[in-house]
């Protein structure tokens, strides 16, 4: 089955540090692009960066850029979001999505991963 | 950056009956990179239609999109329970750069 899967809710205190996953399988990972995207209680998706997980290029979007860090580890077909002190306004549901082409949508998705900061 | 406007506000109608939904940019959607995405409480979005016409693979022939430039359409016919979620355009012009409109929902009367 073509899926990605994240690693589960987190809840946080202001200022720690956090990295939370996305593993896709089923599919070639390397020849896709691995969005995050943010998307706050009621209110529209956000596209946050996006990385080539075949030569790690990483874009992000300049809403974003310096608020979290976006990773990749080809070996384990796993894509990474880490914050190093998360604040109150971080909290939100994240997303991976994937991508064939920057031109392109989002075809799959995983199925989010809630972080709380409190 | 392309703002997205999505209208109506919250759409009521009945079962059987026919939703139209309107996305318009504020500048030309380059290439007519134009999806639309359905999204029911509690998961994340789901692919419906990309290159503002072409429907997802799985996806009902109940579902279609047009448009071109600045304005865009959803429509699905002959409504079935499980239509009644938020619907969201996105533009994906250069990634990015994506932005998605505020979302249409889409409720039983």
């Known amino acids: 089955e073509v899926q990605l899967v994240q690693s589960g809710a987190e809840l946080k205190k202001p200022g720690e540090s956090l990295k939370i996953s996305c593993k896709g399988s089923?599919?070639?990972?390397?020849?896709?692009?691995i969005a995050w995207v943010r998307q706050m209680p009621g209110k529209r998706p956000e596209l946050m960066g996006i990385?080539?997980?075949?030569?790690?290029?990483?874009r992000y979007s300049p809403s974003f850029q310096g608020q979290a860090t976006i990773s990749v580890d080809k070996s384990i077909n796993t894509a990474y979001l880490q914050w190093s002190s998360l604040k109150a306004s971080d909290t939100g549901m994240y997303y991976c999505?994937?991508?064939?082409?920057?031109?392109?949508?989002?075809?799959?998705w995983g199925q989010g991963t809630l972080v709380t900061v409190s | 950056e392309i703002v997205l406007t999505q209208s109506p506000g919250p759409l009521s109608l009945s079962l059987g009956e026919r939703a139209i939904l309107s996305c318009r940019a504020s500048q030309s959607v380059d290439g007519n990179y134009l999806a639309w995405y359905q999204q029911k409480p509690g998961q994340a979005p789901r692919l419906l239609i990309y290159?503002?016409?072409t429907r997802a693979t799985g996806i009902p022939d109940r579902f279609s999109g047009s448009g071109s430039g600045t304005d865009f359409t959803l429509t699905i016919v002959r409504l079935e329970p499980e239509d009644f979620a938020v619907y969201f355009c996105q533009q994906y012009g250069n990634s990015p750069s994506i932005t998605f409109g505020q979302g249409t929902r889409l409720e039983i009367k």
């Open positions: 990385i080539y997980p075949n030569d790690s290029d990483l």
């Open positions: 999505a994937r991508q064939v082409a920057t031109i392109r949508e989002l075809d799959l």
């Open positions: 290159g503002a016409f």
């Open positions: 089923g599919y070639l990972f390397t020849a896709y692009w």
